[in-house]
């Protein structure tokens, strides 16, 4: 594994690789890395010859300055845990990746307006631009995502259309703790007793799609009333929408692929998760 902090010495190293006929998997990440980000390095390693692993905390993703602060970062911590899995990790400073301001102006129609778009203005700009430079340095074969990050991945796979890019965009699934709850980088500042309550966020959804109704109405009702019982949990948006538009669906029986989408804040926290109805 070998660590590169430019973008100078990351396109020499993948020059003499892609010279070589490899195929080149990226995944990227924020770091304070945890099993779902291993989860999505194995998938990547066991569809492509070099895995790229990019650990950056993009300041131009968060909307909320206290968030960016407190984001946990710890590159030799990361290092340890994939050892092993990775071929190399890009781990660029902010001046490397942004050494002007940067200026790009992306156009996702409503798709970056509604939900995270709408709670976190600029939020996904920012991904956009981060991931547009990430495949324009890197110019992967496959680059992988989590399917926890819903709507993020809708935003990327419209990125690729709208530029072109002939990368494969993979979605990975939700890599769960053993209650239930998704894991997240932002977790680790939460304490036991915080991230149990968030679970059972996971675990109300889940039991309210079990239930069978096929109003999502009605199913929204529900879980709405049930997550209002959890102190200290405010809920920003749960909605069960349509999987390829994200437009809100009326009755389960009638649509093709749903899921519900859930953002809440615990402490000064905020998490979201993804649960697949249909
Ligand atoms: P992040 O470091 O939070 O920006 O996440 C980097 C990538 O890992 C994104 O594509 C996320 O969707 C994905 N990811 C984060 N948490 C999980 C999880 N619990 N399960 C699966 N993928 C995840």
Known sequence: MILIETVEKLKEVLFRIKSNGKTIGLVPTMGALHDGHISLIKKAKSENQVVVLSIFVNPLQF????????????????LLLIEGFTDIVFAPSESEIYPTTPEEKYDFGELDKILEGASRPGHFN????????????????RAYFGEKDFQQLAIIRELVKQTKDDITIVACPVVRESNGLAMSSRCQQLSFAKRNIASKVHTIINKAKELGVPHAKKISEHVLAEIKKLEPITLDYFVIVDEATLQPVDSLDDAKNVVALVAYIIGDVRLIDMIRFK
């Open 63 to 78: 909307n909320n300055p206290n968030d960016l602060e407190k984001y946990p970062r710890d590159l030799e911590k990361d």
């Open 126 to 141: 920012g991904v956009a631009t981060i991931v547009k430079r990430l495949f324009d340095y890197i110019q992967p074969d």
